[in-house]
T-cell receptor
Framework: DVKVTQSSRYLVKRTGEKVFLECVQD?????MFWYRQDPGLGLRLIYF???????EKGDIPEGYSVSREKKERFSLILESASTNQTSMYLC?????????????FGNGTRLTVT | RKEVEQDPGPFNVPEGATVAFNCTYS??????FFWYRQDCRKEPKLLMS???SGNEDGRFTAQLNRASQYISLLIRDSKLSDSATYLC?????????FGKGTRLSVIA
């Protein structure tokens, strides 16, 4: 069974802090994704990566960056956290084609920025 | 037109009822379709893929209508444990596109 692990379940940070959200998958998947989910807005894609050291902007990349130094790990970085980045963050992975394989999600990180 | 649209619900149905959700999509070139289930404050989990000929998994049936560009999910003999949000997912020009989900509440 695919396991996608996010490092923190709950996180509270202050405005202006640099925040790292870590995600590790154990199935040798090529593709990894970061989403945020807010009530009424659904899942919104922040960044994705289809290979090590490769990254692509999603629909809402502003205020975020990512790092993929190893195949199994995909990190989301909030350069200077703001209150409007309070959200549920979901990491996911998939194999093969980036648009035809189902995603497997981690259990999410609920981030609160005060 | 939004890429993937779903009725947000909620659909409130009694136990044992049959309920169906539709999801429309705008990209006629889409090739892959999925239904996900998401419980409150949990991550989405793959419920089933949707194949061109339609497919069934126990009480769940998924169908694709390419001409009208929609997929459907039918749940028979609803259980209390089916209460969740059901997300429609469609392939697009970029990674998979998620609908905002349809909320189902099954009532005793």
């Amino acid at each position: 069974d695919v396991k996608v692990t996010q490092s923190s379940r709950y996180l509270v940070k202050r405005t202006g802090e640099k925040v790292f959200l870590e995600c590790v998958q154990d199935m040798d998947h090529e593709n990894m994704f970061w989403y945020r989910q807010d009530p009424g807005l659904g899942l919104r894609l922040i960044y994705f990566s289809y290979d090590v050291k490769m990254k692509e902007k999603g629909d809402i990349p502003e205020g975020y960056s990512v790092s993929r130094e190893k195949k199994e790990r995909f990190s989301l970085i909030l350069e200077s956290a703001s209150t409007n980045q309070t959200s549920m963050y979901l990491c996911a992975s998939s194999f093969e084609g980036i648009d035809n394989s189902p995603l497997h999600f981690g259990n999410g990180t609920r981030l609160t920025v005060t | 037109r939004k890429e993937v649209e779903q009725d947000p619900g909620p659909f409130n149905v009694p136990e044992g009822a049959t309920v169906a959700f539709n999801c429309t999509y705008s990209n006629s070139a889409s090739q892959s379709f999925f239904w996900y289930r998401q419980d409150c404050r949990k991550e989405p989990k793959l419920l089933m893929s949707v194949y061109s000929s339609g497919n069934e998994d126990g009480r769940f049936t998924a169908q694709l209508n390419r001409a009208s560009q929609y997929i459907s999910l039918l749940i028979r003999d609803s259980k209390l444990s089916d209460s969740a949000t059901y997300l429609c997912v469609v392939s697009g020009n970029t990674p998979l596109v998620f609908g905002k989900g349809t909320r189902l509440s099954v009532i005793a």
